[in-house]
């Protein structure tokens, strides 16, 4: 094949050669330019003939003289015969070089033209050889796709595969015991970390076999006799270790709530059992509620008796009322009364029991009382003891919801059922202490303690408590009522002329009611009660007709004013030291002492300058009527009260200021009252100026020995007592 394409090369360069010989000769033999244009022969030429179209002549001439040569021509006036010759002569001219340079790179053509084929010789062969690779290449596409489509069937057997194998997996995990889980529930003890993960797997294997049970599947045949012996085993063992864990609670002196405590860390134990086994669960909570029902009902029942042995032995009784007089007897065999009755009305430091560092501090240890010889009120020993219910009742209730899994009404009836004895035991013996107590001010401690215990187990989310709170206010709230009831009954029953000496100070009765009233107000701000308030409302009425009462038994108005200022004033400043500014006792008691305090100073003024006074008050009368001329002819009363009043009104002053301060027993209340009658003194002297300024009185010489007001001011105020 080779030789035949070295053969054909070969020839096309022969043929090339003898085309440039015959060229070569063809210019030798070239003739002059004439000789070879024939003669013009136009022949038959007719140019009237219709077949020439002017129209397309004139056309072709009209581009023409577009061209731009032409249009030079025209202008130059060139000879456009000579021109064209000359064109013609440059046209033959330029042929002939390329003549020339076509034969000079004759060799040059002739080897392109060579390559040339040679070339498309070769790329003939390689379109043969691409023919066959496409061909190649669409059988291998068809043997891509059928590979393609082997393997999306194989890839879909294999998924298929993979979930039943899954499937089949689990089911083959959940059928197996394996012999770990054996030996460990046989022989591990319960307490082990061990023993409590593979009862976590026997039990989601004995649930599993209950599901596969249900489904009838044969393979759970194989199994369930394995598994049931197993959780027989299970159950004996944590019955076992429960009921110790309980039984250890009875021992004497035994602190139940570290085992409690401990207990917590294998609730899932009671979880296994209640799922399982419920006939032993029963047992165990059972066991667990009469045990510590016992603990609880023993340990209260002998901390309450120790408790009452370090509480006061003087108590309060029925005799021990507001309106009884301190001085009244009782009969040879009645028991002996408080030292001092007052101390029943007054809260001093009792009220401390409601703080909320006393209130949730530690329980009173009765012993160590004992040892000291300490005693505590009622109130304080009823904190104690409820606290510790409060602080034992919580953790139960949270113990028996997290190990029983119980909840709602479930939770509570377990509760009651372990606490149910112990809060009847309460119940009993508050209600046969309020039966007998009088000592209203320690049962409205108590039911303050109680509100504010509700409002710590609410706080807790714990309403485990709620019914027996309701049930000890049930109990509290009437007997306190009744006690003040009684004490009102007690006031208004009272006899002004069965208390002995009358004297103007502060009568014990109404310091009795001052010291209970602020105690009861400042009690009652934190949980405002109606029935309390109307109660003390009504306390007061009674107080304020008693006042009253024994006011009446003074023979002069002076010294019942005194008796009821005092009484007045000391009720406010106890009332103050304790309830708030703006409480309707301290508001009514004032109104009354500023009432009481206006009249005393117009009855100590009236002695030595009541002749002044009238004068001033009728004279002013007369002024707004415009009559004042009737007293013209009153010269000698005037004279006589300007004299008398230059004379004494300084013996007259000190006098009154000594009187009001040996009359009151609060200093502050005398100064009070001594710089308020001269105050008012002032104010009369200064009307007594007015008056005598009119022109009435302007012609009487006795003007003149008047006092100057400037000058009175500045000696009364000589005369006000500083303390």
């Avoid at 899994?405 to 479930?410: D, E, L, Q």
């Avoid at 303050?448 to 408590?465: E, G, Q, Y």
């Avoid at 027993?665 to 008056?691: P, R």
Wanted: hydrophobic share 40%.
């Amino acid at each position: 094949m080779a030789e035949a394409v070295v053969s054909d090369d070969r020839a096309d360069v022969n043929t090339m050669e003898n085309a440039t010989a015959n060229a070569m000769a063809y210019l030798q033999d070239e003739k002059p330019d004439s000789d070879l244009v024939p003669a013009l022969n136009l022949g038959e030429l007719d140019l009237t003939t219709d077949e020439f179209i002017l129209d397309e002549v004139d056309i072709h001439i009209q581009a023409n003289l577009e061209d731009d040569l032409v249009k030079e021509a025209l202008k130059t006036g060139v000879d456009l015969r000579q021109y064209s010759k000359q064109v013609e002569a440059e046209l033959q001219r330029i042929e002939q070089a390329s003549i020339k340079d076509y034969i000079k790179e004759s060799q040059n053509i002739a080897s392109l033209h060579n390559q040339i084929t040679a070339c498309d010789s070769i790329l003939e062969r390689m379109e043969e050889m691409l023919s066959n690779f496409q061909s190649d290449l669409s059988s291998i596409s068809s043997e891509i796709q059928t590979l393609q489509q082997q393997s999306v069937s194989m890839n879909m057997r294999l998924k298929n595969r993979q979930a039943v194998r899954s499937q089949l997996s689990q089911l083959v995990d959940e059928l197996v015991v394996p012999g770990t889980m054996i030996s460990v529930i046989l022989d591990s003890p319960v307490t082990e970390q061990e023993f409590m993960e593979q009862l976590h797997e026997l039990n989601n294997k004995i649930n599993f076999a209950k599901e596969l049970s249900f489904r009838e599947t044969l393979a759970c045949s194989d199994i369930q006799d394995i598994v049931d012996r197993l959780k027989i085993k299970a159950v004996t063992k944590i019955r076992e270790f429960i009921l110790q864990k309980i039984y250890s609670f009875r021992k004497p002196m035994t602190n139940y709530q570290i085992p409690q405590n401990n207990l917590l860390k294998f609730r899932f134990f009671y979880q296994f059992l209640l799922a399982n086994e419920r006939t032993v669960a029963k047992e165990i909570r059972d066991e667990y509620v009469d045990t510590m029902s016992k603990i609880y009902y023993s340990y209260f029942k002998s901390y309450s008796s120790r408790l009452l042995k370090v509480q006061y032995e003087d108590v309060a009784d029925k005799d021990d009322l507001m309106g009884v007089e301190d001085t009244a007897k009782k009969g040879f065999f009645s028991k002996p009364s408080l030292k001092s009755r007052n101390t029943i009305f007054t809260l001093g430091q009792r009220g401390a029991v409601l703080s909320p560092a006393e209130l949730e501090g530690p329980i009173l240890i009765p012993h160590t009382a004992q040892r000291g010889d300490i005693r505590y009120p009622y109130e304080t020993l009823f904190r104690s003891q409820h606290f510790a219910l409060l602080d034992n009742g919580c953790r139960e209730y949270l113990f028996l919801s997290d190990f029983f899994m119980v909840a709602g009404n479930s939770a509570l009836d377990l509760f009651n059922c372990i606490m149910g004895k112990t809060l009847g035991m309460f119940l009993k013996n508050i209600s046969t202490y309020v039966s007998d107590c009088y000592d209203s001010i320690a049962v409205f401690l108590c039911i303050h303690i109680i509100l504010r215990f509700k409002t710590i187990t609410t706080k807790r989310t714990i309403p485990a408590l709620d019914k027996y709170w309701e049930a000890v206010l049930e109990l509290l709230w009437p007997r306190f009522e009744l006690i003040l009831e009684m004490n009102i009954q007690s006031i208004r029953n009272t006899d002004p002329q069965k208390l002995g000496v009358l004297d103007t100070r502060p009568h014990y009765i109404t310091r009795r009611y001052a010291e209970f009233s602020s105690a009861i107000v400042s009690i009652n701000q934190t949980f405002p009660n109606e029935r309390t308030n109307a109660l003390l409302a009504q306390l007061q009425v009674e107080v304020e007709n008693f006042v009253l009462k024994m006011a009446a038994e003074f023979p002069s108005r002076k010294d019942q004013l005194i008796f009821l200022i005092n009484n007045y004033d000391m009720m406010l400043s106890v009332l103050m030291e304790r309830a708030a500014d703006d409480s309707k006792e301290v508001e009514g008691f004032q109104q009354l002492l500023l009432a009481r305090t206006q009249e005393f100073i117009e009855e100590i003024l009236s002695p030595p300058f009541g002749g002044m006074i009238a004068f001033v008050k009728e004279s002013e009368a007369l002024m707004e009527r415009g009559q004042l001329d009737r007293l013209k002819n009153d010269e000698a009363r005037i004279t006589q009260l300007i004299r008398g009043f230059s004379t004494t009104w300084k013996q007259s002053v000190e006098a009154m200021s000594q009187d009001v301060m040996r009359s009151f027993t609060n200093f502050k209340n005398g100064t009070s009252i001594i710089q308020g009658a001269l105050t008012q003194l002032i104010q009369y002297y200064h009307g007594f100026h007015k008056v005598l300024s009119q022109p009435t009185f302007r012609s009487l010489a006795v003007r003149s020995e008047l006092i100057n007001l400037h000058h009175l001011m500045v000696e009364v105020k000589k005369h006000k007592p500083n303390f």
